[in-house]
Protein backbone atom coordinates (compact mmCIF):
# COMPACT_ATOMS: atom_id res chain seq x y z
CA UNK A 1 0.00 0.00 0.00
CA UNK A 2 2.70 2.26 0.18
CA UNK A 3 2.01 4.38 -3.55
CA UNK A 4 -1.92 4.24 -2.25
CA UNK A 5 -2.83 7.93 -1.42
CA UNK A 6 -5.71 8.67 -0.31
CA UNK A 7 -7.54 12.17 -0.63
CA UNK A 8 -10.93 14.19 -0.91
CA UNK A 9 -12.22 13.81 -4.33
CA UNK A 10 -12.52 16.40 -7.19
CA UNK A 11 -14.66 17.01 -9.77
CA UNK A 12 -12.67 15.19 -12.26
CA UNK A 13 -12.68 12.26 -10.21
CA UNK A 14 -16.49 11.47 -9.99
CA UNK A 15 -16.51 9.86 -13.79
CA UNK A 16 -14.22 7.23 -11.93
CA UNK A 17 -15.99 7.37 -8.49
CA UNK A 18 -19.33 6.27 -10.53
CA UNK A 19 -17.48 3.79 -12.76
CA UNK A 20 -16.45 2.58 -9.36
CA UNK A 21 -20.04 2.59 -7.86
CA UNK A 22 -21.22 0.93 -10.69
CA UNK A 23 -18.55 -1.72 -10.30
CA UNK A 24 -20.86 -4.10 -7.88
CA UNK A 25 -23.61 -6.47 -7.77
CA UNK A 26 -25.88 -3.65 -6.37
CA UNK A 27 -24.06 -0.74 -7.37
CA UNK A 28 -24.85 -2.09 -11.10
CA UNK A 29 -28.36 -1.20 -11.17
CA UNK A 30 -28.31 2.02 -9.24
CA UNK A 31 -25.74 4.55 -11.33
CA UNK A 32 -25.81 5.32 -14.58
CA UNK A 33 -22.53 4.95 -16.47
CA UNK A 34 -21.72 6.08 -19.49
CA UNK A 35 -22.61 8.77 -21.51
CA UNK A 36 -22.52 12.50 -20.39
CA UNK A 37 -21.93 12.31 -16.53
CA UNK A 38 -25.53 12.67 -14.91
CA UNK A 39 -26.51 15.67 -12.84
CA UNK A 40 -27.43 14.52 -10.15
CA UNK A 41 -23.66 13.54 -9.97
CA UNK A 42 -22.61 16.88 -9.92
CA UNK A 43 -24.94 18.42 -7.51
CA UNK A 44 -24.73 16.00 -4.95
CA UNK A 45 -20.23 16.58 -5.16
CA UNK A 46 -21.47 20.61 -5.19
CA UNK A 47 -23.23 19.53 -1.91
CA UNK A 48 -20.78 17.43 -0.61
CA UNK A 49 -17.64 20.24 -1.25
CA UNK A 50 -19.54 22.75 0.39
CA UNK A 51 -19.84 21.15 3.72
CA UNK A 52 -16.77 20.66 6.07
CA UNK A 53 -18.29 17.64 7.52
CA UNK A 54 -18.66 15.41 4.35
CA UNK A 55 -15.88 14.28 2.66
CA UNK A 56 -16.04 11.64 -0.82
CA UNK A 57 -12.72 9.84 -0.58
CA UNK A 58 -10.69 8.27 -3.23
CA UNK A 59 -7.95 6.16 -3.15
CA UNK A 60 -5.49 7.02 -5.71
CA UNK A 61 -2.46 4.02 -6.78
CA UNK A 62 -0.44 5.03 -9.92
CA UNK A 63 -2.70 7.89 -11.17
CA UNK A 64 -5.60 5.46 -11.39
CA UNK A 65 -8.93 5.84 -9.06
CA UNK A 66 -8.41 2.76 -7.50
CA UNK A 67 -11.24 3.00 -4.57
CA UNK A 68 -13.63 5.69 -2.91
CA UNK A 69 -16.00 5.85 -0.01
CA UNK A 70 -17.86 8.48 2.02
CA UNK A 71 -16.99 9.83 5.26
CA UNK A 72 -18.97 11.92 7.35
CA UNK A 73 -18.92 13.60 10.43
CA UNK A 74 -22.48 13.75 12.88
CA UNK A 75 -23.07 15.84 15.36
CA UNK A 76 -25.59 14.52 18.29
CA UNK A 77 -26.83 14.74 21.88
CA UNK A 78 -25.85 11.24 22.75
CA UNK A 79 -23.12 10.27 24.77
CA UNK A 80 -22.77 13.78 26.14
CA UNK A 81 -22.81 15.54 22.78
CA UNK A 82 -20.13 12.98 20.88
CA UNK A 83 -19.69 13.57 16.99
CA UNK A 84 -20.02 10.32 15.55
CA UNK A 85 -18.19 9.22 11.68
CA UNK A 86 -20.31 7.45 9.10
CA UNK A 87 -18.45 5.08 6.19
CA UNK A 88 -20.68 4.78 3.46
CA UNK A 89 -20.47 3.79 -0.30
CA UNK A 90 -17.29 1.90 0.40
CA UNK A 91 -16.02 0.48 -2.76
CA UNK A 92 -12.82 -0.82 -4.54
CA UNK A 93 -11.96 -1.38 -7.85
CA UNK A 94 -13.31 -5.36 -9.05
CA UNK A 95 -9.73 -6.18 -10.78
CA UNK A 96 -8.06 -4.81 -7.50
CA UNK A 97 -9.74 -6.52 -4.28
CA UNK A 98 -8.33 -9.15 -1.89
CA UNK A 99 -4.85 -6.94 -2.16
CA UNK A 100 -5.55 -4.41 0.89
CA UNK A 101 -6.63 -1.77 -0.01
CA UNK A 102 -10.15 -1.63 1.69
CA UNK A 103 -8.12 -2.13 4.69
CA UNK A 104 -6.01 0.70 4.08
CA UNK A 105 -9.00 3.07 3.45
CA UNK A 106 -10.90 2.27 6.67
CA UNK A 107 -8.06 2.08 8.54
CA UNK A 108 -7.62 5.68 7.65
CA UNK A 109 -11.24 6.77 7.76
CA UNK A 110 -11.41 5.30 11.01
CA UNK A 111 -7.77 7.11 12.28
CA UNK A 112 -9.47 10.57 10.85
CA UNK A 113 -12.36 10.20 12.82
CA UNK A 114 -10.54 9.83 15.89
CA UNK A 115 -7.97 13.09 15.01
CA UNK A 116 -11.64 14.89 14.49
CA UNK A 117 -12.41 13.42 17.88
CA UNK A 118 -15.47 11.56 16.97
CA UNK A 119 -16.52 8.61 19.97
CA UNK A 120 -17.02 6.00 17.02
CA UNK A 121 -17.49 4.89 13.79
CA UNK A 122 -20.64 3.69 12.03
CA UNK A 123 -21.64 1.99 9.15
CA UNK A 124 -24.34 -0.41 7.48
CA UNK A 125 -23.61 -3.06 5.33
CA UNK A 126 -26.21 -4.90 3.26
CA UNK A 127 -27.08 -8.28 5.17
CA UNK A 128 -25.80 -10.06 1.54
CA UNK A 129 -22.35 -8.54 1.57
CA UNK A 130 -21.38 -11.22 4.02
CA UNK A 131 -17.63 -11.01 2.98
CA UNK A 132 -17.64 -7.27 4.14
CA UNK A 133 -19.09 -8.09 7.35
CA UNK A 134 -16.35 -10.26 8.23
CA UNK A 135 -13.67 -7.99 6.56
CA UNK A 136 -14.81 -4.83 9.23
CA UNK A 137 -14.96 -7.34 12.28
CA UNK A 138 -11.32 -7.75 11.62
CA UNK A 139 -10.98 -3.90 12.18
CA UNK A 140 -12.72 -3.76 15.29
CA UNK A 141 -16.24 -3.20 13.96
CA UNK A 142 -19.25 -4.97 16.28
CA UNK A 143 -22.56 -5.93 14.41
CA UNK A 144 -24.18 -4.94 17.06
CA UNK A 145 -27.10 -3.19 15.01
CA UNK A 146 -29.89 -3.63 12.68
CA UNK A 147 -29.65 -0.95 9.92
CA UNK A 148 -33.29 -0.25 8.59
CA UNK A 149 -33.84 1.65 5.02
CA UNK A 150 -37.23 3.34 3.37
CA UNK A 151 -37.29 3.49 -0.33
CA UNK A 152 -39.68 6.54 -1.63
CA UNK A 153 -39.08 5.03 -4.89
CA UNK A 154 -37.01 2.91 -7.57
CA UNK A 155 -35.17 -0.45 -7.00
CA UNK A 156 -35.18 -1.80 -3.08
CA UNK A 157 -31.43 -3.08 -3.63
CA UNK B 1 -52.05 13.01 18.53
CA UNK B 2 -54.13 16.22 17.83
CA UNK B 3 -52.16 18.30 20.31
CA UNK B 4 -48.78 17.25 19.75
CA UNK B 5 -46.17 19.95 18.23
CA UNK B 6 -42.81 19.35 16.55
CA UNK B 7 -39.85 21.46 16.12
CA UNK B 8 -36.50 22.05 15.97
CA UNK B 9 -35.54 22.03 20.00
CA UNK B 10 -33.75 25.20 21.57
CA UNK B 11 -30.81 25.65 23.91
CA UNK B 12 -33.97 25.87 26.61
CA UNK B 13 -35.11 21.99 25.78
CA UNK B 14 -31.69 20.74 25.92
CA UNK B 15 -32.20 19.73 29.60
CA UNK B 16 -35.24 18.19 29.05
CA UNK B 17 -33.90 15.90 25.71
CA UNK B 18 -30.98 14.85 27.95
CA UNK B 19 -33.46 13.65 30.21
CA UNK B 20 -35.08 11.58 27.71
CA UNK B 21 -31.74 9.95 26.54
CA UNK B 22 -31.07 9.63 29.20
CA UNK B 23 -34.74 7.43 30.24
CA UNK B 24 -33.76 4.08 28.24
CA UNK B 25 -31.75 1.14 29.38
CA UNK B 26 -29.08 2.18 27.20
CA UNK B 27 -29.02 5.47 27.15
CA UNK B 28 -28.90 5.25 31.49
CA UNK B 29 -25.27 4.62 31.27
CA UNK B 30 -24.06 7.03 28.04
CA UNK B 31 -25.66 10.56 29.04
CA UNK B 32 -25.08 12.48 32.34
CA UNK B 33 -27.91 13.75 33.98
CA UNK B 34 -28.77 16.14 37.22
CA UNK B 35 -26.27 18.94 38.26
CA UNK B 36 -25.31 21.57 35.70
CA UNK B 37 -26.00 20.29 31.75
CA UNK B 38 -22.32 18.68 31.15
CA UNK B 39 -20.76 21.07 28.31
CA UNK B 40 -20.54 18.26 25.25
CA UNK B 41 -24.50 19.12 25.24
CA UNK B 42 -24.24 22.47 24.71
CA UNK B 43 -21.63 22.45 22.28
CA UNK B 44 -23.13 19.93 20.45
CA UNK B 45 -26.42 21.40 19.97
CA UNK B 46 -24.01 24.35 18.77
CA UNK B 47 -22.63 22.44 15.72
CA UNK B 48 -26.69 21.02 15.02
CA UNK B 49 -28.10 24.55 14.99
CA UNK B 50 -25.45 26.09 12.89
CA UNK B 51 -25.77 23.16 10.11
CA UNK B 52 -28.99 23.18 7.93
CA UNK B 53 -28.45 19.59 7.16
CA UNK B 54 -28.48 18.86 11.03
CA UNK B 55 -32.13 18.74 13.20
CA UNK B 56 -32.42 18.41 16.83
CA UNK B 57 -36.08 17.38 17.17
CA UNK B 58 -38.60 17.72 20.30
CA UNK B 59 -42.23 16.17 20.48
CA UNK B 60 -43.92 18.90 22.51
CA UNK B 61 -47.83 18.03 24.46
CA UNK B 62 -49.31 20.53 26.77
CA UNK B 63 -45.99 22.35 27.35
CA UNK B 64 -44.12 19.15 28.23
CA UNK B 65 -40.91 17.83 25.79
CA UNK B 66 -42.62 14.15 25.27
CA UNK B 67 -39.85 12.49 22.82
CA UNK B 68 -36.72 13.38 20.70
CA UNK B 69 -34.88 12.44 17.63
CA UNK B 70 -32.00 13.54 15.37
CA UNK B 71 -33.11 14.10 11.46
CA UNK B 72 -29.72 14.59 9.57
CA UNK B 73 -29.73 15.16 5.32
CA UNK B 74 -27.08 13.26 4.00
CA UNK B 75 -25.39 13.58 0.54
CA UNK B 76 -23.87 11.30 -1.30
CA UNK B 77 -23.09 10.38 -4.84
CA UNK B 78 -24.99 6.48 -5.07
CA UNK B 79 -28.02 6.04 -6.30
CA UNK B 80 -27.67 9.15 -8.80
CA UNK B 81 -26.42 11.29 -6.20
CA UNK B 82 -29.17 10.71 -3.76
CA UNK B 83 -30.18 12.63 -0.70
CA UNK B 84 -30.82 10.29 2.31
CA UNK B 85 -32.00 11.09 5.50
CA UNK B 86 -31.08 9.76 9.01
CA UNK B 87 -32.77 9.21 11.73
CA UNK B 88 -31.10 8.32 15.25
CA UNK B 89 -31.34 8.78 18.97
CA UNK B 90 -35.17 8.62 18.99
CA UNK B 91 -37.02 8.69 22.34
CA UNK B 92 -40.56 8.64 23.68
CA UNK B 93 -40.90 9.66 27.83
CA UNK B 94 -40.73 6.24 29.69
CA UNK B 95 -44.43 7.12 30.72
CA UNK B 96 -45.92 8.00 27.23
CA UNK B 97 -45.21 4.49 25.84
CA UNK B 98 -47.24 3.00 23.95
CA UNK B 99 -49.64 6.00 22.68
CA UNK B 100 -48.67 6.98 18.95
CA UNK B 101 -46.01 9.45 19.86
CA UNK B 102 -43.27 7.48 17.93
CA UNK B 103 -45.29 6.63 15.25
CA UNK B 104 -46.34 10.44 14.70
CA UNK B 105 -42.74 11.13 15.07
CA UNK B 106 -41.40 9.20 12.53
CA UNK B 107 -43.69 9.51 10.07
CA UNK B 108 -43.31 13.24 10.84
CA UNK B 109 -39.91 12.78 9.83
CA UNK B 110 -39.89 10.61 6.86
CA UNK B 111 -42.80 13.38 5.35
CA UNK B 112 -39.84 15.84 6.18
CA UNK B 113 -37.34 13.54 4.13
CA UNK B 114 -39.64 13.61 1.21
CA UNK B 115 -40.17 16.86 1.09
CA UNK B 116 -36.35 17.38 0.75
CA UNK B 117 -36.25 15.27 -1.95
CA UNK B 118 -34.42 12.17 -0.26
CA UNK B 119 -34.51 9.23 -2.23
CA UNK B 120 -34.75 7.03 1.17
CA UNK B 121 -34.34 7.23 4.92
CA UNK B 122 -32.57 5.00 7.30
CA UNK B 123 -32.31 4.15 10.33
CA UNK B 124 -29.98 1.84 12.75
CA UNK B 125 -31.40 0.46 15.80
CA UNK B 126 -29.81 -2.17 18.52
CA UNK B 127 -30.27 -5.77 17.91
CA UNK B 128 -31.76 -6.29 21.69
CA UNK B 129 -34.36 -3.78 20.70
CA UNK B 130 -37.08 -5.64 19.05
CA UNK B 131 -40.08 -3.52 19.84
CA UNK B 132 -38.44 -1.19 18.01
CA UNK B 133 -37.62 -3.38 14.87
CA UNK B 134 -41.30 -4.84 14.40
CA UNK B 135 -42.36 -0.34 14.86
CA UNK B 136 -40.10 0.52 12.13
CA UNK B 137 -41.60 -2.19 10.10
CA UNK B 138 -44.95 -1.17 10.41
CA UNK B 139 -43.86 1.84 9.08
CA UNK B 140 -42.45 0.74 6.33
CA UNK B 141 -38.31 0.55 6.69
CA UNK B 142 -36.74 -3.28 5.81
CA UNK B 143 -34.32 -4.48 8.11
CA UNK B 144 -32.19 -4.93 5.05
CA UNK B 145 -28.37 -3.79 6.91
CA UNK B 146 -25.80 -4.96 9.24
CA UNK B 147 -25.09 -2.02 11.60
CA UNK B 148 -21.74 -1.94 12.62
CA UNK B 149 -20.04 0.50 15.21
CA UNK B 150 -16.39 0.81 16.27
CA UNK B 151 -16.15 2.64 19.51
CA UNK B 152 -13.03 4.08 20.89
CA UNK B 153 -13.38 4.50 24.04
CA UNK B 154 -16.64 4.49 27.49
CA UNK B 155 -18.97 1.72 27.67
CA UNK B 156 -20.25 0.04 24.02
CA UNK B 157 -23.44 0.24 24.71
Known amino acids: MSNLAIRDATLQDIPAVVALLADDDKGRVREAVGGPLHPGYIE ?10 QHLLVAE ?52 CRERGCRMVQLMSHRDRDRAHSFYEGLGFEPTHIGMKLHFAGEHV
Do not use: C, K, Y
Not at 45 to 50: E, G
Open 44 to 53: AFAAIAADPN
Open 61 to 112: QEGMIVGTFMLSFLPGLSFRGAWRGQIEAVRVASHLRGQGLGRAMIEWAVER
